[in-house]
């Protein structure tokens, strides 16, 4: 319901902009749409079809088999959506799989399902320009188990060269989760025709230079924004509009306003517990982090993925600056070995980072950005026919006898 939702918003508002149509005069043409029951990769035609300029991929699975044939049907300016409901390839629970399937390898961290999003569109712009056409992402959204991007796809030869600007790899810290991108191409000032140049060396050192520890190397993703902020903004104004239209308003809203109010030139974020977790100290609020970033100089959000979340434009450098400034206000035990804490702790931070609420810092938020489950033990559920290994907890209850723990029934133990 929810990807149907998001769809008819988002396709309105397409419609609308080609049309210059206003609200009232929207009328959605659902009488164009015919059902057809080939090969998907057959229907969709070698060559873009002008009358095709909306396709919505939505397979059960990964939608990488599909991409090639649907990049080229899709009409110059039209919009094609994508689901992939395989998050634990994409998440980096098989990151072999996700490369032989994307071309990319997933890196495990906090910000994995947004490099998932960042993963697959930069799997569609591999198929796109492989036929002289590139995406414009117009929102990208992680939601319940799955992801779903919204790319307009345009033709142009010259843009096409442009295109390893906008791929980059992924460096992360074994240590402190440090991560570092690296753009895949290089422009040359001194050469007139615009032409992306491979990148010189890795932008990073061989160890950590906050914590010692070696980095490993994921991607490519897509690092350019993945939203438009423009379209979401309007989308979320026409879908408050008609909220009684929209089943599931609730999340629907919730999930616009994170994007629209989402850094768009800052790739991937840092978790707060993450940080915290890594020194061993205990949390500054996120209203407090929010202000030293901006009394530094530096933009900060959160994002759709994670409330915790810490987009910035800000490096690593700065932020574990800030951390060390926060842990000489709340001292912490040192811990043994090569920790990385230890060494994190042991350099003197560079910048003076000042916890006072800055101008534009983090308010109290009128519309919720993040909603609850909507049930108990929701999500989901086991593969149909496949026997459940342990009774469910509902109706199985634990107690300790002779130093063993031992499950039952709820009413044959009570008894
Ligand atoms: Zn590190």
Same mark, same amino acid.
């Given at each position: 319901?929810?990807?149907?939702? %998001?769809?008819?918003? %988002?396709?309105?508002?397409?419609?609308?902009?080609?049309? *210059?149509?206003?609200?009232?005069?929207?009328?959605f043409d659902f009488h164009r749409v015919t059902s057809d029951t080939n090969d998907c990769s057959n229907t969709q035609s070698k060559e873009a079809n002008p009358?095709?300029?909306?396709?919505?991929?939505?397979?059960?699975?990964? #939608?990488?088999?599909?991409?090639? /044939? !649907?990049?080229?049907?899709?009409a110059d300016g039209g919009i094609l959506m994508c689901s992939a409901t395989d998050m634990a390839v994409l998440a980096g629970g098989n990151p072999e799989v996700c490369f032989s399937k994307y071309g990319s390898y997933p890196v495990r961290g906090k910000y994995c399902h947004e490099m998932a999003l960042r993963i697959l569109l930069a799997c569609i712009e591999?198929?796109? =320009?492989?036929?002289?056409?590139? =995406?414009? #992402?117009?929102?990208?959204?992680?939601?319940?188990?799955?992801?779903? $991007?919204?790319?307009? =796809?345009?033709? /142009?030869?010259?843009? $096409? *060269?442009?295109s390893p600007l906008k791929i980059s790899h992924v460096y992360q810290c074994v240590g402190c989760n440090s991560f570092h991108l690296q753009n895949v191409g290089r422009i040359n000032s001194k050469d007139k025709r615009n032409v992306a140049l491979p990148n010189f060396c890795p932008t990073v050192p061989q160890e950590c230079c906050e914590c010692g520890h070696k980095f490993v190397m994921g991607g490519p993703i897509w690092s350019d924004p993945i939203h438009d902020k423009e379209w979401a903004t309007s989308i979320l104004s026409n879908?408050?509009?008609?909220?009684g239209a929209y089943p599931a308003y609730a999340k629907i809203s919730a999930v616009l306003t994170s994007v629209s109010q989402e850094l768009v030139n800052a790739p991937l974020f840092v978790s707060l517990h993450s940080l915290c977790a890594t020194l061993k100290c205990t949390n500054p609020t996120m209203a407090m982090f929010h202000s030293a970033l901006r009394n530094a100089g530096y933009q900060i959000?959160? +994002?759709? $993925?994670? #409330?915790? !979340?810490? *987009?910035t434009d800000a490096p690593m450098s700065v932020i574990w600056d800030i951390m060390r400034?926060?842990?000489?206000?709340?001292?912490? *035990? +040192?811990?043994?070995? !090569?920790?990385?804490?230890? @060494? =994190?702790? &042991?350099?003197e931070p560079k910048l003076q980072a000042s916890f006072s609420q800055a101008t534009g810092g983090l308010v109290a938020r009128k519309s919720p950005r993040f909603v609850p489950n909507p049930e108990k033990y929701w999500g989901p559920k086991a593969k149909a026919g496949r026997p459940l290994k342990t009774p469910h907890m509902d109706?199985?209850?634990? @107690?300790?006898?002779?130093?063993?723990?031992?499950?039952?029934? @709820?009413? &044959?133990?009570?008894?």
């Amino acid at each position: 319901m929810l990807r149907w939702c %998001l769809r008819i918003s %988002l396709l309105q508002q397409y419609h609308r902009q080609q049309h *210059k149509l206003t609200v009232a005069e929207d009328l959605f043409d659902f009488h164009r749409v015919t059902s057809d029951t080939n090969d998907c990769s057959n229907t969709q035609s070698k060559e873009a079809n002008p009358a095709i300029t909306k396709v919505d991929l939505d397979p059960y699975g990964s #939608p990488a088999a599909f991409l090639d /044939s !649907a990049v080229q049907c899709v009409a110059d300016g039209g919009i094609l959506m994508c689901s992939a409901t395989d998050m634990a390839v994409l998440a980096g629970g098989n990151p072999e799989v996700c490369f032989s399937k994307y071309g990319s390898y997933p890196v495990r961290g906090k910000y994995c399902h947004e490099m998932a999003l960042r993963i697959l569109l930069a799997c569609i712009e591999s198929h796109a =320009i492989r036929h002289k056409r590139y =995406i414009v #992402p117009v929102i990208s959204v992680h939601m319940d188990f799955y992801i779903r $991007v919204f790319v307009r =796809i345009f033709t /142009s030869a010259s843009t $096409v *060269k442009t295109s390893p600007l906008k791929i980059s790899h992924v460096y992360q810290c074994v240590g402190c989760n440090s991560f570092h991108l690296q753009n895949v191409g290089r422009i040359n000032s001194k050469d007139k025709r615009n032409v992306a140049l491979p990148n010189f060396c890795p932008t990073v050192p061989q160890e950590c230079c906050e914590c010692g520890h070696k980095f490993v190397m994921g991607g490519p993703i897509w690092s350019d924004p993945i939203h438009d902020k423009e379209w979401a903004t309007s989308i979320l104004s026409n879908v408050q509009a008609m909220s009684g239209a929209y089943p599931a308003y609730a999340k629907i809203s919730a999930v616009l306003t994170s994007v629209s109010q989402e850094l768009v030139n800052a790739p991937l974020f840092v978790s707060l517990h993450s940080l915290c977790a890594t020194l061993k100290c205990t949390n500054p609020t996120m209203a407090m982090f929010h202000s030293a970033l901006r009394n530094a100089g530096y933009q900060i959000s959160g +994002s759709h $993925v994670d #409330p915790l !979340a810490l *987009k910035t434009d800000a490096p690593m450098s700065v932020i574990w600056d800030i951390m060390r400034c926060w842990v000489k206000l709340h001292p912490v *035990k +040192s811990r043994p070995g !090569a920790d990385p804490s230890n @060494r =994190i702790l &042991s350099q003197e931070p560079k910048l003076q980072a000042s916890f006072s609420q800055a101008t534009g810092g983090l308010v109290a938020r009128k519309s919720p950005r993040f909603v609850p489950n909507p049930e108990k033990y929701w999500g989901p559920k086991a593969k149909a026919g496949r026997p459940l290994k342990t009774p469910h907890m509902d109706n199985c209850e634990f @107690r300790f006898t002779a130093n063993t723990l031992e499950a039952g029934d @709820r009413t &044959s133990i009570s008894k």
